[in-house]
């Protein structure tokens, strides 16, 4: 799951317009933009299962992905905002970040660890839903619609009458990103 974790950034956009969109959908994809330093160090992998495609690879992220790790990463993504916006806003992009783990562990075949590093060799966590790629892709595609909507219905009532043009395209933007994000993730 990639594009779905937008779809989440734009709910709660509409939800709080105090928060800049590009710390919802940073704070969405966390997980992975830390998973990146510890792949390019060879500290977490991935490997793809068959030929590869949507959802086809084991995911050894035992730091980034594993829960603890991912309640921390969250934490600090909470105290980096609430300092800049707020504490209600750091709560909100915590609970954003968190919500990358929540929807992984729906999708993921079993790689999910507990501890950092597995440490204590609890079992693996993930659901697996990766397995029927048909109904993983339309979960996500959920995940953009409803975000589509949201954010498009907000984008349209935030505008003041002169700038409803502006609201549309905005909203229209939203949804393209979402959707070719949505199609990047499944086809790439």
């Keep these: 799951m990639f594009a779905g974790h937008f779809g989440v950034a734009a709910v709660i956009k509409s939800k709080t317009p105090e928060l800049p969109l590009w710390s919802l959908l940073v704070s969405t994809q966390l997980l992975d933009i830390a998973f990146i ?21 084991l995911i050894y992220a035992f730091y980034t992905h594993s829960l ?24 909100i ?19 999910m660890p507990i501890l950092p590093g597995n440490i204590g ?11 029927s790629v048909s109904v993983s892709i339309l979960i996500e595609f959920l995940l ?13 009532q935030t505008s003041s009458p002169k700038l409803k043009g502006k609201g549309v395209a905005a909203g229209c933007a939203m949804i393209l990103f979402l959707f070719l994000s949505l199609v990047m993730d499944a086809f790439l």
Excluded: Q
């Design 93 to 111: 992009i915590g609970l954003v970040a968190f919500s990358h783990w929540i929807l992984d562990l729906f999708v993921h075949r079993p790689d």
């Design 144 to 156: 953009i619609a409803a975000g589509s909507f949201f954010y498009f219905r907000y984008a349209i």
């Design 121 to 131: 060799n609890f079992p693996l966590l993930g659901f697996g839903l990766w397995e």
């Design 37 to 57: 330093p510890f792949s390019l160090a060879g500290i977490e992998t991935m490997e793809p299962i068959g030929e590869g495609g949507y959802g086809r690879m």
């Design 68 to 91: 603890v790790g991912a309640l921390l990463l969250s934490i600090l993504a909470a105290c980096l905002a609430g300092g800049l916006w707020g504490k209600k806003s750091g709560i």
